[in-house]
């Protein structure tokens, strides 16, 4: 897949691509639907959105919301085999322009797509001013195909990001899958912790989380798969989301246990996938109750990683 950022060289054989676009945070079974749309055979398949998210420059100071960073949501879309991904910078020189502007240069000018496919709550350009009805008329005028793709609708209604982003919150990793189609990941560098969990005798992969919703605190079963290194793979495990209170009040982090392992991975780039979880952040009277009790959480993992179900089935 090729990552096409502002400035970067629009090559002719991009032009007339065929594109699914929005925020795809979280690139849930809605957003697959969007893409799915897009795919014409014999041209391009892109993803058009934006970077950073629109909401973090209209609400710089809200708290964290997305599920996906864009190196993680850009590993996803590559999944879904999508070759060309257009990040578009959104600033506030971005929000200016008006829905006829953004659909004349960026798409049919810049970009010189010749198909757009979006979800019916899609809006853009200032104030929001356009709809999936106006990107069709101006499509018609400016040299390209606007289709609208209907919602999907799961189990438990309507499939969204807000609805995932709900079910996290709420200690339900399975609930998010089936919306998502995939695991719940979070993604990022291996880094140096306290190194306690070396001295309990549960060594684990530290990975500072920011800017991204965190998850109900607590202990999960799951799965986390090592980018790059010696030790690239997929390994099972125990993780602890949370601010570890039994040794003070610290930063939020996910620090995670591979089972059956045994290397370095400090530097290494990983994604943990939440499959279930198994209980709430608690503060331990003591190491000796604390180190039971992670015997116990990882016996349960891995009864819970043994019981899965694919959520893409």
Same mark, same amino acid.
């Given at each position: 897949?090729?990552? &096409?950022?502002?400035?970067?060289?629009?090559?002719?054989?991009?032009?007339?691509?065929?594109?699914?676009? *929005?925020? $795809?945070?979280?690139?849930?079974?809605?957003?697959?639907?969007?893409?799915?749309?897009?795919?014409?055979?014999? =041209?391009?398949?892109?993803?058009?959105?934006?970077?950073? !998210?629109?909401?973090?420059?209209?609400?710089?100071?809200?708290?964290?919301?997305?599920?996906?960073?864009?190196?993680?949501? =850009?590993?996803?879309?590559?999944?879904?085999?999508?070759?060309?991904?257009?990040? #578009?910078?959104?600033?506030?020189?971005?929000?200016?322009?008006?829905?006829?502007? $953004?659909?004349?240069?960026? /798409?049919?000018?810049?970009?010189?797509?010749?198909?757009?496919?979006?979800?019916?709550?899609?809006?853009?350009?200032?104030?929001?001013?356009?709809?999936?009805?106006?990107?069709?008329?101006?499509? @018609?005028?400016?040299?390209? %195909?606007?289709?609208?793709?209907?919602?999907?609708?799961?189990?438990?209604?309507?499939?969204?990001?807000?609805?995932?982003?709900?079910?996290?919150?709420?200690?339900?990793?399975?609930?998010?899958?089936?919306?998502?189609? !995939?695991?719940?990941? /979070?993604? *990022?560098?291996?880094?140096?912790?306290?190194?306690?969990? =070396?001295?309990?005798?549960?060594?684990?992969? +530290?990975?500072?989380?920011?800017? /991204?919703?965190?998850?109900?605190? *607590?202990?999960?079963?799951?799965?986390?798969?090592?980018?790059?290194?010696?030790?690239?793979?997929?390994?099972?495990? @125990?993780?602890?989301?949370?601010?570890?209170?039994? $040794?003070?009040? +610290?930063?939020?982090?996910?620090?995670?246990?591979?089972?059956?392992?045994?290397?370095? #991975?400090?530097?290494? %780039?990983?994604?943990?996938?939440? &499959?279930?979880?198994?209980?709430? %952040?608690?503060?331990?009277?003591?190491?000796?109750? #604390?180190?039971?009790?992670? !015997?116990?959480?990882?016996?349960?993992?891995?009864? =819970? #990683? @043994?019981?899965?179900?694919?959520?893409?089935?």
């Amino acid at each position: 897949m090729r990552l &096409i950022r502002s400035g970067t060289e629009i090559r002719p054989e991009d032009r007339g691509a065929s594109a699914a676009m *929005g925020n $795809f945070d979280g690139v849930h079974r809605g957003h697959a639907s969007v893409i799915d749309l897009a795919r014409q055979e014999g =041209r391009p398949l892109g993803v058009v959105t934006f970077e950073p !998210h629109p909401r973090e420059v209209f609400a710089p100071d809200a708290p964290p919301f997305r599920l996906m960073n864009a190196p993680a949501r =850009r590993h996803r879309l590559e999944k879904l085999g999508v070759d060309l991904c257009v990040e #578009l910078e959104f600033d506030r020189a971005m929000a200016a322009l008006s829905a006829e502007a $953004f659909a004349r240069d960026i /798409l049919a000018g810049r970009l010189g797509l010749s198909r757009v496919v979006v979800g019916e709550d899609f809006r853009f350009g200032k104030g929001r001013e356009g709809d999936a009805a106006m990107l069709a008329e101006l499509g @018609a005028r400016y040299g390209f %195909e606007a289709v609208t793709a209907p919602m999907v609708e799961g189990p438990a209604g309507r499939v969204s990001s807000t609805a995932i982003r709900e079910a996290l919150c709420a200690g339900d990793p399975e609930a998010a899958a089936r919306m998502l189609g !995939h695991w719940h990941r /979070l993604d *990022g560098t291996v880094s140096h912790g306290d190194k306690r969990g =070396r001295e309990l005798g549960f060594p684990t992969a +530290n990975v500072v989380l920011e800017n /991204l919703l965190l998850p109900k605190f *607590g202990v999960y079963a799951v799965e986390i798969e090592v980018f790059d290194g010696p030790h690239a793979g997929r390994y099972p495990g @125990a993780a602890s989301l949370g601010v570890r209170p039994t $040794f003070g009040i +610290n930063a939020p982090n996910l620090e995670t246990y591979l089972f059956d392992f045994s290397g370095d #991975l400090y530097g290494a %780039e990983v994604s943990v996938a939440l &499959i279930s979880w198994l209980r709430g %952040e608690e503060k331990f009277d003591g190491i000796e109750p #604390l180190i039971a009790q992670m !015997h116990a959480d990882c016996d349960l993992a891995r009864e =819970r #990683l @043994a019981a899965r179900i694919d959520p893409a089935a």
